[in-house]
Nanobody, 121 residues
Framework: HVQLVESGGGSVQVGGSLKLSCEAS????????MSWFRQTPGSEREWVAAIARDGTPTYADTVKGRFTISKDNAKNTLYLQMNSLGPEDTAMYYC????????????????WGQGTQVTVS
């Protein structure tokens, strides 16, 4: 069983930056597809970015060029660097993991963190 714990959320001004982290409880990142999602109250969960086992990143069009997903396998930590933040980025951000080489928004992720809130105003 994989446990994921997000951190790094907070309040930031428009145009600012934040870096989210997601730590895993077990040796995870070189075997798993890792992803970030976000959700606002009353809305469906939105896929943000994913990073495959080999380190290949993919991004939603809404964040491409502003967000960067990365990971440190040795630290079992996933990151999301968020720049040029706008009010539309306000949401609860979740990291998620799924075992295997396939990696993308259309897949089902088995493991989820509890979320970290990002507020941009």
């Amino acid at each position: 069983h994989v446990q994921l714990v997000e951190s790094g959320g907070g309040s930031v001004q428009v145009g600012g930056s934040l870096k989210l982290s997601c730590e895993a409880s077990s040796y995870t990142y070189n075997r798993y597809c890792m992803s970030w999602f976000r959700q606002t109250p009353g809305s469906e969960r939105e896929w943000v970015a994913a990073i495959a086992r080999d380190g290949t990143p993919t991004y939603a069009d809404t964040v491409k060029g502003r967000f960067t997903i990365s990971k440190d396998n040795a630290k079992n930590t996933l990151y999301l660097q968020m720049n040029s933040l706008g009010p539309e980025d306000t949401a609860m951000y979740y990291c998620a993991a799924r075992l295997g080489s396939l990696c993308g928004y259309w897949l089902t992720f088995r493991y989820w963190g509890q979320g970290t809130q990002v507020t941009v105003s």
